[in-house]
């Protein structure tokens, strides 16, 4: 059976789905990936089939559209809405028709919202699968990316609505694709919101139960099945000067944070130094802000220029980062405590979520990143014995976790029906 992965974002939104991909081909299925272009040689080199999407989202948050975009600012949003994201949104629906019309089923990221009516049009199963739990309403916590404050059941699960409505913008775009592209009606009698024909979208979450516990308020569709964890580093070899940085004294705390293009990164850049010098930690930046060199940099702060989080985490006293989905995951697998420093989006929950688990310290907003306050929360998370115990605990859980091989149970039981009657 051909299954087309649908996916698009960062690296953080990407990578999972190649775990998956593998796993799934691993056992028999032949799997093609759709991601943005810049990702082609990184899905390819794991021999995974690719098809190309025509979104470059780091390109575009490096942009000063996206700046307008993660700057909160309504106006500024809503400015660049229709510049940007509306012929972004309709070149994502064209080319995941194209990767998908020979497909017999489709898991797709949140992101790719119209994916069920692909799935309408060819008369397939269609799975949603998301590192975050976006889709599906509880009212133990609030939807991720609305608010990251718990504002009790019933407000909880009103937030959920904002979520699934979101993409109300795009309804007018969506209808005017359904009838030239896909030769279906305007107006949908099987897709409505996250249900396909009357009954809920199936979900994988790719996070862990240790991590976000399953509400008890949800109902069969959704499965937590645990990370797709993604081995980049069984092969991966260290510089010399950064190996010898790492064996010159105690362990250092890594600063990074990944996509998010800071508005000023040559402040953040020197907040990150001064709190590091203060907080009387070693460090390792994270290269890539405000044109940084290792000559303006102390001698015991060491610029990266890259290395797999598999295999720089786990020699970290800590880790320091904006808090996406992927970068939360490895540092917890690692065991190793947090300290998240949100931009935008779903960052807050998950820098809320380390909190709560104790393995992390409260987040540190980028709007309100001092040095000293940096300083302080960086130095109880190489500290704290508290913390370092709870987290090293979590991160032996979270490698008993088996992400992919629940994922492909969950997804063989889901097929077994649409087998029998093929």
């Known amino acids: 059976m051909k299954i087309i992965i649908l996916t698009a974002g960062t690296r953080g939104d990407v990578q999972p789905y190649v775990a998956l991909a593998k796993r799934l081909q691993a056992a028999g299925y032949d799997v093609r990936l759709a991601a943005p272009m810049n990702f082609e040689s990184f899905v390819s080199g794991h021999g995974i089939a690719f098809a190309p999407l025509r979104a470059d989202y780091f390109q575009l948050l490096d942009s000063p559209e996206g ?34 019309k020979d497909a017999e089923a489709i898991i797709f990221h949140p992101k790719l919202f119209h994916a069920p009516h692909i799935a309408e049009k060819l008369n397939i199963p269609v799975w949603a699968a998301s590192p975050l739990p976006i889709m599906t309403a509880t009212g133990a916590f609030p939807a991720p990316g609305v608010t990251a404050k718990n504002l009790g059941p019933m407000l909880n699960r009103m937030t ?30 099987a897709v409505a919101g996250n249900s396909m024909n009357g009954k809920p979208i199936p979900v994988l979450y790719c996070y862990s139960r240790y991590v976000v516990p399953i509400p008890a308020d949800w109902d069969s569709s959704p499965h937590v099945t645990g990370y797709w964890w993604l081995d980049e580093a069984a092969n991966w070899q260290p510089t010399a000067e950064l190996q010898a940085f790492l064996e010159a004294g105690e362990a250092p705390v890594y600063v990074g944070f990944g996509s998010m293009i800071a508005e000023s990164p040559e402040k953040t850049t020197r907040t990150v130094i001064d709190a590091l010098q203060l907080s009387g930690q070693r460090g390792i930046i994270a290269s890539g802000w405000g044109g940084l060199r290792p000559s303006d940099l102390p001698p015991n702060i060491f610029l990266l220029k890259e290395a797999p989080h598999q295999w720089l ?65 960086i130095r109880t998370a190489a500290t704290d014995p508290m913390m370092r115990q709870k987290a090293a605990a979590l991160g032996e859980q979270l490698k008993q976790e088996d992400g992919t091989g629940n994922a492909l149970k969950v997804i063989d039981g889901l097929l077994q029906p649409a087998l029998e009657y093929a």
């Open 67 to 100: 700046q307008a975009l993660k700057s909160g600012n309504p106006i500024r949003v809503m400015s660049q809405m229709r510049k940007t994201v509306f012929p972004l949104i309709r070149r994502l629906m064209d080319d995941t028709w194209e990767a998908s």
């Open 313 to 377: 985490f786990p020699r970290m006293s800590a880790v320091v980062h904006h808090g996406g989905a992927g970068t939360t995951a490895a540092g917890l697998l690692a065991g190793k405590p947090t300290v998240i420093c949100p931009f935008i989006a779903d960052q807050p929950f998950w820098g809320k979520r380390a909190a709560a688990l104790g393995v992390g310290t409260e987040p540190v907003p980028q709007k309100q990143m001092t040095a000293e306050k940096l300083a302080a929360a």
């Open 160 to 189: 959920y609505s904002v979520i699934s409505k979101s993409t109300s913008m795009f309804n007018g775009m969506v209808k005017e694709w359904r009838r030239d592209v896909l030769g279906l009606p305007e107006k949908s009698t």
